[in-house]
Nanobody
Framework: QVQLVESGGGLVQAGGSLRLSCRTS????????MGWYRQAPGKQRELVAT???????NNADSVKGRFTISRDNALNTVYLQMNSLKPEDTAIYYC???????????????WGQGTQVTVSS
């Protein structure tokens, strides 16, 4: 059973920083792209940043220059360093990964349960 577990969310003042982590577990053969998405109250889930196995990244315009996505392939873990946080960054942040699990036969898309990030003004 493949699982993704996020950690690192919390309450921070505007201008502050947080670092999110997403740890994978289970019988995993390979992980392709990993990423972070977020969903604010009353809004649709949106892309924050993605990273390929080789380290190529793609960031949403709203977080460019402030957020950095990285991954540790040996640990099957993805991170999101968030600096200069703004109140509009308040949302539930979800980890996503394309994973080839043992016996799966193909890559499948997995989501974490989400971690709350709240930025006060």
């Amino acid at each position: 059973q493949v699982q993704l577990v996020e950690s690192g969310g919390g309450l921070v003042q505007a201008g502050g920083s947080l670092r999110l982590s997403c740890r994978t577990s289970g019988f995993i053969l390979s992980i392709n792209a990993m990423g972070w998405y977020r969903q604010a109250p009353g809004k649709q889930r949106e892309l924050v940043a993605t990273i390929t196995y080789g380290g190529s990244t793609n960031n949403a315009d709203s977080v460019k220059g402030r957020f950095t996505i990285s991954r540790d392939n040996a640990l099957n873990t993805v991170y999101l360093q968030m600096n200069s946080l703004k109140p509009e960054d308040t949302a539930i942040y979800y980890c996503n990964a394309e994973i080839l699990g043992h016996g799966a036969g193909r890559y499948m898309n997995y989501w974490g349960q989400g971690t709350q990030v709240t930025v006060s003004s």
